[in-house]
């Protein structure tokens, strides 16, 4: 069993909806991260969180809200997608303070259908 | 530019045979860690082994070994004895010093393991 946990698992969505993705991680990790994962394409970060402070946005856009209320917990809100947006949606933790080696460990994905 | 490439879209093997996996990547920092993970059909990506970049030796976890060849920026996963579960996708990655806790991956290879 994962120590990172997705929910949903799949998740189907018309572009006017609101809906949030829920990753909970058991591993008492202090940085959480969303990726990107689209057909073709190689996994995409998009947001970065360390003791529950953003760290990273890499230029994504308002359409896609995150929130860490704290360590364990990562939501991505969704708003107002596009077509485009369709894709698997990875959470993943990691141990800062590791230097290079610390390996993240990843949910098993929301897949995001926009209709 | 890409900082990680895979050339290899998919790869056949039959059971029992070494299969070797290119990724080559590109840095200008002295210190790096290089990462294969493995993604099954389920979604998650599972961790498999690491490489540091001043690591004198290659790193080898079980049927996984990567052949690190600084000069040259590779770092090939070698699979030995491929078994059927084996059969999915496989991303190489890397951590930069300067990128500190996130990683870049490349676009994955499709390992097919035949019986």
Redesign the interface.
Known sequence: E?GVTQTP?HLVMGMTNKKSLKCEQHLGHN?M?WYKQSA????E?MF?Y?FKEQ??NNSVPSRFSPECPNSSHLFLHLHTLQPEDSA?Y?C?S?Q?GQG??????????S?LTVL | AQKITQTQPGMFVQEKEAVTLDCTYDTSDPSYGLFWYKQPSSGEMIFLIYQGSYDQQNATEGRYSLNFQKARKSANLVISASQLGDSAMYFCAMREEGGYSTLTFGKGTMLLVSP
């Open positions: 994962t698992r940085a991260y073709k394409k190689p996994l970060l970065v360390n760290t990273e698997l990875l993943a990691s800062k290079l080696t610390g390996e993240l460990f990843f949910g098993e994905g897949r």
